[in-house]
């Protein structure tokens, strides 16, 4: 069947490029949002975050009149949900973070009122395996009308799969359109409408299996690339502790035809790679002892990091006998949780700068060339305007490679750098 009308539920980093695509091939696109004030950005012509493109994007379909933006879903073909599955908080009874499904659960409650017969649901969403059996029966639950695929199979009225975003922030737009998909339907006949849909813009491949081996090769995806960042993170504490420059150790041992080690830092940051290993290890949590052992290195880095500039500041005190604490300048090189973006959420770098700025020293200077203002709970005067010159600092910590900070290796002063941009 056509799928004309396209609804895109949750407007975020996934969700709007999405959205966007879609209406750039002139389908009728309903983006729906809880946020009122990214339902008006984006009715504006405008948008509400940041990703190369982008806005050029949303500013055309929304013009041509392909892209509206609602607060409630409204009748349409086919329905993507690409709404947050954080995790819960650490309890007593759960030693391990549990995904927290209820973004889905009600998504699927609102889209389930403007549901008819012959309609795709698919999840986009990474989501712990199992969850898109539950958003159909979520949806079953409010729609006794409608048959759904566990209970009728290829003869459902309604269609649903779940398709994994898998695209790179600050690459979304070409990613969308070059990836391969995963296409997980409950059934061949909900895969086929899945594929259907996604052949609107994507050029990559898209690969057939089951709605539980798709929400699998999603979450196996970002444990296996933490774990090969956990495993360098791991290398650069032991090449410390040895005496050995970890950078050149892993460009040595990469030259190695059948060897590919990431890159250490100052820990996994992000709302993805940080959080979906956790959906693996809840599941399976005797069975997964090397994705949590992964986890809780690169979630330890951090503080690694922080006592090494505790240690750097002991020293400079002992080497500058006449000076005290209260004398000493630090600058913090990098906010954001990788190089070259503004997103600060869940960022190893801010969280060490939070400690930093703790610490009862003269002085913090906070350098992120991406962002115009720090969060709220900061002193705004700490952001320094960095625009390349030379920072007058006694400790430069390094934590986020940003290509500004290329080749300025600040010059006679403590250095730790923790992304081995400045090192020789
Ligand atoms: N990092 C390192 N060393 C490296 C590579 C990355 O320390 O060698 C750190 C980064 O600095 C950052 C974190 O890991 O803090 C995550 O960055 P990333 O670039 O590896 O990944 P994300 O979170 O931006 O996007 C990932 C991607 N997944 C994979 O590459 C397997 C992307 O394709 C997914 O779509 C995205 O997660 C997602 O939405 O799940």
Not at 218 to 246: H, P, Q, W, Y
């Amino acid at each position: 069947m056509p799928f004309n009308t396209i609804s895109v539920v949750g407007l975020g980093y996934i969700g709007l490029p999405t959205a966007a695509m879609f209406a750039s091939k002139e389908k009728k696109v309903i983006g729906v949002d809880v946020s009122q004030h990214a339902v008006d950005t984006i009715n504006a012509g405008q948008i509400h975050i940041v990703e190369p493109e982008l806005g050029v994007m949303v500013k055309k379909a929304v013009d041509g009149g392909f892209l509206k933006a609602a607060t409630t879903p409204e009748p349409a073909d086919a329905y993507l949900i690409a709404v947050p599955t954080p995790f819960l908080p650490i309890t007593d009874q759960h030693s391990i973070p549990e995904p927290d499904l209820s973004y889905i659960k009600s998504a699927a409650k609102s889209v389930a009122k403007v549901l008819k017969k012959g309609d795709l649901v698919i999840l986009e969403s990474t989501s712990p395996v199992g969850a898109t059996e539950k958003l159909s029966a979520w949806l079953a639950e409010e729609r006794l009308d409608l048959t759904f695929p566990q209970t009728h199979g290829e003869d459902s009225d309604i269609r649903i799969a779940h398709c994994p975003e898998r695209v790179l922030p600050g690459h979304v737009v070409r990613e969308l359109v070059e990836n391969n998909r995963v296409i997980g339907g409950m059934t061949n006949k909900c895969s086929e409408a899945a594929i259907e849909v996604y052949r609107t813009f994507v050029e990559g491949d898209c690969v057939v299996t089951n709605a539980r081996t798709a929400e699998m090769t999603k979450l196996t995806e970002n444990a296996s690339r933490d774990m090969s960042i956990a495993f360098a993170n791991e290398l650069s504490i032991i090449c410390d502790k040895l005496g050995i420059n970890v950078w050149e150790l892993i460009g040595l041992a990469n030259r190695h035809p059948r060897v590919n080690i990431l890159q250490p830092g100052p820990g996994v940051g992000g709302h993805c790679i940080a959080v979906d290993p956790w959906f693996i290890a809840s599941a399976a949590p005797e069975e997964a002892q090397l994705i949590t052992a992964a986890r809780n290195v690169n979630n330890a880095k951090p503080n690694w990091v922080f006592e090494k500039v505790k240690l750097a500041l002991a020293s400079y005190l002992l080497a500058n006998p006449n000076k005290s604490s209260a004398d000493v300048k630090i600058a913090c090189y990098g906010l954001a949780f990788k190089a070259n973006i503004d997103d600060l959420r869940e960022s190893p770098a801010l969280q060490i700068a939070d400690k930093i700025c703790d610490l009862p020293v003269g002085q913090v200077l906070l350098i992120e060339p991406n962002i115009s203002e720090l969060p709220k709970k900061y002193d705004q005067t700490l952001l320094v305007d960095y625009g390349g010159n030379d920072v007058a600092a006694d400790i430069h910590v390094l934590l986020v490679d940003h290509d500004e900070f290329k080749n300025r290796q600040p010059k006679a002063a403590i250095v730790i750098d923790t992304k081995g941009i400045w090192s020789d």
